[in-house]
């Protein structure tokens, strides 16, 4: 086993390789080298679904990202943890065992890049590398094969076995098979794989995946590392069509949803799935960031009336600008028609749902004092919603719950401001008792209702009240989080976890920019502030580590260590930003920005 890791180490630093893939080497006058100068997509079958390209290795281990990343004390903290320095170990046997580093080695294997596919007739997945020098990846792949002889021998395992196919000598190495064509390297898990792309070597004329429709070659690009340039580091192209009607039973391609939630968040993406072609992914490194976008092609039609709730009439639903409150954790803004999605659940989900849905809308009907739920409540507020998340502070440690949870609002713009304020404030107030009642019914605490108006803003809440005749020995509940809030500002609701956040909210600037962000793109935005998550995070550092333990029967050092790496990493981060439009071109962007010193 020593010497199978140490093998997918030196072939797979970057993690291009599954855990069952290796290869060797071939005489550099066989007929595959002759055709060398087809194009790699030629050489894959046709029915092969995914195909990725990565970049040289020198387009990113030369980046100024990378330059800047290793260097930064959090990395290091990461790399001297006990899992990396055990993975490092093995690194170094491979290193040893070829007589070369690993950057010297990844450098020369993937000269021109590296190509990767999935094929699912045949079930493998293969990787393709072209090295800069043929002479030494022939010299490398001998290297590889000595060294796996010997150990497999030294630790009783089966021997390196080898077979020849059309001139090309194939090796396998416990699950997976490797070889070497000239200056190509060949890495798979299955043989009948490895012979079909040997096969369009020798003939051209088989079908292949460089004509198929799906491969929009998005994987083309030019690199440039130079300073303050982004680099394409990493392209994919994704054949919908054939992954949804070989997998037609999964949940993601029916044509309803079996959870709420799912349906609430990815609604709008399940019609993509369920129609579009094909995809595409892209990955870009830049000096202080990374980005990635997932894209396809997108077309009205697919959107049926009882999706309209998530992309609006004629796909034109729009999100808002985000709420800007200082030093708030996240920030979502979204496009979703409530009301339009709950009364049209008997066509977004199935028989199980919508009974549950169905009772809910009885129980919530008599909570809400005879209103329909679907059509008075959520109908009394515009799809364009805002939610934010910050941290909150508490006045003592003796106030202070056991499990610290971050503060949280929603805001809506009514369609009826001056009706629906006092049916808000009814309703509320009766929400309060409702937990009150259900409350003194489990031994919960009591809420105690307050209000006040802050010029025009008006602000209704509930605190629960601390027991004097109890002792919390583990700190406060985590009902303490909460002092659950309701605001009116103009034209606005608020709904707030804490009264201190209701306020904040109120106060600020709800009307903004009127117009949807970046001219009217994106249906849905997050901006998480990862420094303000990681400050989360650590308040609840404790809460974490013993977690850690019950979950995995780990040691307080180890799962503290754990924490430390995570919260080490999460220092490396400043602002994250997801964006989901569905223009010309559905695009599902990412972008990770990072901490400069």
């Given at each position: ?338 009301s339009e999605m709950w009364l049209r659940s008997g066509d977004l989900f199935g028989q199980e749902v919508n009974d549950q849905l169905a009772q809910a809308d009885s129980t919530l009907t008599t909570l809400f004092s005879g209103k329909d739920f679907g059509s008075d409540i959520l109908g009394a507020i515009e799809p364009e919603l805002r939610l934010i998340a910050i941290p909150q502070s508490f006045e003592s440690d003796a106030l202070s719950p056991s499990l610290k949870l971050p503060s949280f609002a929603m805001v809506a713009k009514l369609r009826k401001p001056e009706a629906m304020q006092r049916e808000f404030k009814r309703i509320f107030q009766s929400f309060i008792g409702f937990l009150n009642v259900v409350g003194a019914m489990e031994g919960q605490p009591q ?151």
């Open positions: 086993m020593r010497c199978y890791c140490s093998i997918v180490l030196v072939f797979a630093m970057a993690g291009w390789l599954s855990s069952t893939c290796v290869l060797d080497a071939q005489d550099a006058g066989s007929p595959v080298e002759k055709s060398m100068q087809e194009s790699v997509e030629n050489w894959l079958p046709a029915t092969s679904v995914i195909y990725a390209k990565l970049a040289p290795a020198d387009a990113w281990l030369d980046h100024p990202f990378r330059t800047w990343l290793v260097e930064t004390e959090p990395f290091k903290k990461v790399w001297r943890s006990p899992e990396v320095l055990k993975a490092r170990s093995g690194i170094t046997v491979a290193e040893f065992a070829l007589g070369t580093k690993i950057e010297v080695l990844l450098r020369k294997l993937t000269a021109h890049g590296v190509h990767l596919a999935f094929d699912p007739k045949t079930q493998g997945v293969v990787l393709l590398a072209q090295a800069n020098d043929e002479e030494w990846l022939a010299r490398m792949a001998k290297k590889v094969i000595d060294f796996a002889r010997k150990d497999a021998e030294a630790n009783g395992r089966s021997p390196i076995e080898s077979a020849e196919y059309l001139g090309v000598e194939g090796y396998k190495v416990e699950d997976g098979i490797f070889a070497v064509m000239g200056p190509w390297l060949m890495v798979t898990n299955k043989s009948e794989l490895a012979k079909a792309i040997i096969d369009r070597k020798l003939d051209p004329a088989l079908p292949s995946m460089g004509n198929a429709s799906w491969h929009t070659k998005s994987n083309d690009w030019k690199l440039d590392t130079e300073v303050g340039d982004v680099a394409r580091v990493l392209a994919i192209d994704i054949d919908l069509a054939s992954i949804r009607s070989a997998m037609s039973d999964n949940d993601l391609f029916q044509k309803q949803a079996k959870d709420f939630g799912l349906e609430l968040f990815l609604g709008g993406i399940l019609s993509l799935l369920q129609n579009a072609p094909n995809a595409s992914m892209t990955l870009d490194m830049e000096p202080a960031a990374l980005s990635a976008e997932l894209s396809c092609p997108t077309q009205i039609e697919w959107f049926t009336e009882a999706r309209e709730y998530y992309v609006g009439p004629q796909a034109t639903g729009r999100a808002l600008p985000p709420l800007q409150i200082e030093g708030s954790i996240a920030a979502l803004s979204t496009y979703r028609n409530l809420l105690d209702l307050a209000s006040e108006t802050n010029g025009s803003l008006p602000i209704y809440w509930g605190s629960y009240i601390v027991d004097a005749d109890r002792k919390y020995e583990n700190g406060l509940p985590i009902q303490f989080n909460f002092s659950p809030a309701l605001a009116f500002s103009g034209d606005f609701v608020i709904l707030s976890s804490t009264a201190d956040l209701a306020r904040r909210v109120a106060e600020s600037n709800l009307n903004g920019p009127s117009e949807a962000v970046e001219d009217g793109v994106s249906n849905t935005l997050v901006e998480l502030n990862v420094q303000a998550l990681k400050g989360a995070l650590e308040s609840n550092e404790n809460a974490m580590i013993a977690q850690n333990m019950l979950e995995k029967g780990r040691t307080r050092s180890d799962a503290a260590r754990e924490i430390e790496t995570l919260l080490s990493i999460l220092e490396l981060m400043g602002r994250a930003r997801l964006d989901l439009s569905f223009a010309e071109r559905a695009a599902l962007q990412l972008r990770v920005e990072y901490v400069q010193p």
